[in-house]
C-alpha cells in the first residue's frame, strides 16, 4: 500500500489547448496518478486519450459506461487509452467537467505495464456518463511522458491536470 | 487567425510550454474531428436502427416491452 503520495506537477489552462503533456516524469516513484477536470471547448462530449510515452499504438482496454440510460462495454487496441464520452462539451450544462483518475502502478518499470481509469462528466440533464477503464500498454520502457488530448476539438479554459508520484517506501 | 496551442509540462523543471500547432498538426486534429463525427453518426444509427427493429418484432408479437422483459426475466 502506497504510503506517500507527492504532486509530481499540475497544470490548470488559461485558454483552450488541443493537448496537455506531462514531460521529464522522474522515475523515482513506485506508480503514477493523474487527476483530470476537464471540459471540451466546442459541442459533442468527447473521449478523453491518454498516451504514455505519446504512444498511440501500443494500448488496449476495455471501457464499461453507464448513462442513465444504458449500460454498454466496448474494447479499444492498437491505439491510444480511450475513456469513452466522459468530456462533457458546450452542450452539457455550463461549468461542468469531468472528474477522473488514472492510475498505473510500476510505470518505470520494463514489464507491460496495466493502468486503471474511472470517472465521470458531470451534466446537470438526464444524460450523465460514468465509466471504468482497464488498460495495457505494451510498452516497455519507462513511462517518461504522458499525453492527454480528445478524441477530437480542445480541452476548455479552467481544465486542470494534476500529476502526483507514489512510493511505496 | 493562430492555430490552437498544446501545452507541456516539463516535470524535471517546471517549465510550462504554449506550443502553437503546426499546420500538419491541425490537419490531423481536423481529420481526427471529422472522424470523431462520423463514428458518433455511425453509432447513433446503428441505436436508432434497433430500437426500430425492437419496436417492430414488438408489435409483431403484440406486447409491450414490459411484458418481453416479462417473458425473458
Not at chain 1, 509530481?8 to 521529464?24: K, W, Y
Not at chain 1, 471540451?40 to 499504438?57: C, F, H, V, W, Y
Not at chain 1, 482496454?61 to 487509452?81: D, K
Amino acid at each position: 500500500m502506497a504510503n506517500t503520495y507527492t504532486l509530481i506537477q499540475a497544470q490548470t489552462l488559461a485558454s483552450a489547448a488541443a493537448s496537455v503533456t506531462f514531460s521529464a516524469i522522474p522515475a523515482t516513484y513506485t506508480d503514477i496518478v493523474l487527476r483530470v477536470s476537464a471540459r471540451r471547448a466546442e459541442a459533442g462530449r468527447q473521449d478523453l486519450l491518454i498516451k504514455p510515452n505519446n504512444d498511440t499504438s501500443n494500448n488496449s482496454g476495455t471501457n464499461i459506461q453507464g448513462s442513465g440510460a444504458a449500460a454498454t462495454s466496448n474494447a479499444t487496441s492498437a491505439q491510444s487509452i480511450k475513456i469513452a464520452n466522459i468530456i462533457p462539451s458546450t452542450n452539457e450544462t455550463a461549468s461542468t467537467f469531468c472528474n477522473a483518475e488514472f492510475y498505473m502502478p510500476n510505470y518505470a518499470g520494463s514489464a507491460n505495464k496495466p493502468s486503471g481509469t474511472f470517472g465521470v462528466g458531470e451534466n446537470n440533464a438526464t444524460t450523465a456518463y460514468i465509466v471504468g477503464n482497464a488498460s495495457l500498454s505494451q510498452i516497455a520502457s519507462a513511462i517518461s511522458s504522458v499525453v492527454l488530448s480528445l478524441a477530437s476539438g480542445t480541452f476548455d479554459t479552467g481544465s486542470s491536470f494534476y500529476l502526483y508520484g507514489i512510493k511505496n517506501s | 487567425m493562430a492555430n490552437p496551442t498544446r501545452v507541456e509540462v516539463n516535470c524535471t523543471t517546471g517549465e510550462v510550454l504554449e506550443i502553437e500547432l503546426t499546420d500538419a498538426e491541425v490537419a490531423e486534429l481536423e481529420a481526427a474531428q471529422a472522424q470523431a463525427e462520423l463514428d458518433r453518426a455511425a453509432k447513433e444509427a446503428e441505436a436508432a436502427e434497433k430500437a426500430e427493429a425492437k419496436a417492430a418484432l414488438l408489435k409483431r408479437l403484440g406486447i409491450t416491452a414490459d411484458e418481453a422483459a416479462l417473458l425473458l426475466a
